[in-house]
Nanobody, 123 residues
Framework: QVQLVESGGGLVQPGGSLRLSCAAS????????IGWFRQAPGKEREGVSC????????YSADSVKGRFTISRDNAKNTVYLQMNSLKTEDPAVYYC????????????????WGPGNQVPVSS
């Protein structure tokens, strides 16, 4: 059974850092691309960062470039999202998702999703 579980969310101050983890089970992460997405209340889900299976490609949304870094540890079957310099516009529920092919920030191309992890930022 394919399963993704996000963890690491928590309350942080603007300017702070947080690392999210996406642990995969039921399949080997090596052959799959992983994307991170987020959805704030009243807003559409948006792509944040993605990483290809080979790690040759990573893409990030303009809103997080230079602040968020995606990485993967295939040995641990886990993908990470390091979030630095958090801003008040970053709070959202963060999701990881997987797809068979290349990296994409378009959520419609992803088949399996984690349940989401809340990342609130205090003002």
């Amino acid at each position: 059974q394919v399963q993704l579980v996000e963890s690491g969310g928590g309350l942080v101050q603007p300017g702070g850092s947080l690392r999210l983890s996406c642990a995969a089970s039921g399949f080997t992460l090596d052959d799959y691309a992983i994307g991170w997405f987020r959805q704030a209340p009243g807003k559409e889900r948006e792509g944040v960062s993605c990483i290809s299976s080979s790690e040759r490609s990573t893409y990030s949304a303009d809103s997080v470039k230079g602040r968020f870094t995606i990485s993967r540890d295939n040995a641990k079957n886990t993908v990470y999202l390091q979030m630095n310099s958090l801003k008040t516009e970053d709070p959202a529920v963060y999701y990881c998702a997987t797809r068979s092919f290349g990296c994409s920030l378009n959520s419609k191309w992803y088949k399996y999703w984690g349940p989401g992890n809340q990342v609130p930022v205090s003002s």
